[in-house]
């Protein structure tokens, strides 16, 4: 796995937001164990997905984030989207409860396909705290250095942008409120859409997706259109 050429490929905004990360310390032995690892294991996303999130999602063109945890590790899940698979895969639970959520607050029909890429080219960052897994190991990659670099792209929006949308959904997520300046910034927060939670009444019902709409027309900005295309 060659990170170098990943990083040359990612887009301009973003390249240009997180130069100063990519030469850190902590990134360069993020690479190192990446290229070791590839020689024994299989890493998720493919190579060319592990930045997808940021090449769909433009840096100036972010208006809302959603934050998961890290890629799917089963075989073509993971396709470097928070909470997406890839075409022809089958909806993973999470994703389903997702689907079921927006049929029931806008009324849109349950897709076929799981890939939010329509999402992402809307504005909507799909961002994984982690952003490379191994092969059926999940959260294998919490700890080499991914956490250090995806809390910095929050600090960086907070930071740098206002009237971002936040959809916080889970523990996990919900950590992240203490790089979001919440006087510039809207958050939605909510339990996780994952069954153990959406089965205790801590998903369904949320409307984050109208209520988002909502929001981005109130700042004169154009709606989501979430269904998948």
């Keep these: 796995m060659n990170m170098d050429n990943v990083i040359n490929g ?27 690892e590839t020689k024994t294991s299989d890493i998720f996303p493919s190579q060319p997905d592990i930045f997808a999130a940021f090449n769909l999602t433009p840096f100036n063109a ?9 890629p799917y590790h089963g075989e073509g899940q993971a ?7 890839s075409d022809n895969i089958s909806h993973p639970p999470s994703l389903k409860n997702i689907f079921k959520e ?19 080219k809307q504005g909507v960052l799909l961002l994984n705290a982690s952003l490379t897994v191994r092969k059926g190991e999940a959260n294998s990659h919490s700890d080499i250095g991914w956490h250090i670099f995806t809390d ?33 910034h809207h958050i939605l927060a909510s339990g996780h859409p994952s069954p153990l939670s959406a089965n205790r009444g801590h998903w369904f019902g ?24």
């Design 152 to 184: 910095e792209i929050i600090k960086q929006l907070s930071f740098q942008k206002k009237d971002l949308i936040f959809l916080l959904w889970g523990g996990f997520a919900k950590k992240k409120i203490k790089f979001i300046n919440e006087e510039i």
């Design 10 to 36: 990612i887009e301009k905004g973003w390249k240009d937001a997180l130069a100063s990360e990519f030469k850190k310390q902590y990134f360069t032995a993020l690479k190192s164990t990446l290229l070791v």
């Design 206 to 229: 949320n409307a984050h997706f109208s209520k988002t709409n909502d929001l981005l027309i109130s700042l004169n900005k154009e709606p989501i259109d979430w269904r998948i295309k």
């Design 102 to 120: 927006i049929q029931n607050d806008l009324k849109i029909p349950y897709p076929k396909s799981g890939n939010l890429a329509s999402w992402a």
């Design 62 to 70: 972010v208006k809302v984030i959603i934050i998961g945890q890290d």
């Design 79 to 85: 396709n470097g989207l928070c909470f997406s698979v």
